[in-house]
């Protein structure tokens, strides 16, 4: 009886929790974030990985889960028996498999890469963080690992947000520009108004992942305040 009680309450729990990921509920990815990462982080610190790369693999787990959530033939079951699979047992297999590719990857590679040391351990998103006005080869990496954060947060967000972000604070376009050349938005007041709603919610992600103390980093402030650079007409 109890076993049935517990199971009922489990196939509930894991229906709500697809159900809020198929209907891109922002308060659960956070949600799922805060505790995920902690996992992930201790499994990472035991495995060869460092703070930067467990934020990462916590995002690409959610968006796996994502993922698997929008077919709609999806279920946190077993295959074999049919029973319920507790969420997190799910996605710990999740960011286990990612993490054992990656590792699998970076062997491979290894033998074969001439670059320093110092230059192996630079963040994936090196080319990006180099080329976007904000950090420098001359930066430190503490600085480098807070702006991986908030790439990462973008790479949660939605299509659009995604883009407007890019052409607006990476590439320099202004507001005219992104409305003449892309169909992203119909009017500069409707680009101003959706960036700014990006921003709200890239603050709401960030402050899950980074605490209020984020709220005193200038570059975080450079991707929430309305216009951190002169923008290209």
């Not at 074999?80 to 054992?100: L, Q």
């Not at 890469?113 to 994936?124: A, D, I, R, S």
């Not at 001359?138 to 972000?165: H, N, Q």
């Not at 402050?207 to 991707?223: M, P, Q, S």
């Amino acid at each position: 009886m109890n076993e049935q009680q517990d199971d009922s309450k489990l196939l509930d729990t894991n229906f709500k929790i697809i159900k809020a990921f198929r209907g891109g509920n922002e308060k659960a990815f956070i949600l799922v974030y805060k505790k995920l990462f902690i996992r992930v982080s201790i499994y990472l610190s035991l495995n060869g990985g460092n703070s930067i790369e467990a934020n990462d693999l916590t995002w690409v787990t959610i968006e796996e889960f994502r993922k698997q959530c929008a077919k709609p033939e999806f279920s946190l079951t077993d295959k074999k028996t049919g029973n319920p699979i507790p969420f997190m047992r799910y996605v710990t297999g999740i960011y286990k498999n990612k993490w054992r590719e990656n590792l699998k990857k970076k062997s491979k590679e290894r033998p074969f890469n001439v670059k320093p040391k110092n230059e192996l351990n630079e963040n994936k998103n090196n080319d990006l963080l180099d080329n976007s006005g904000y950090v420098s080869t001359s930066e430190t990496y503490a600085y480098k690992e807070l702006l991986a954060y908030v790439i990462s947060g973008i790479k949660m967000m939605s299509p659009k947000c995604r883009k407007l972000f890019y052409l607006h604070v990476f590439s320099n376009w202004s507001h005219k520009k992104i409305v003449m050349k892309t169909k992203i938005t119909s009017s500069e007041n409707s680009s101003q108004s959706k960036l700014y709603s990006c921003r709200q919610k890239l603050s709401r992600i960030l402050n899950a992942t980074l605490g209020d103390e984020w709220n005193d980093i200038e570059i975080v402030k450079k991707f929430l305040s309305r216009n951190p650079t002169k923008r290209k007409k």
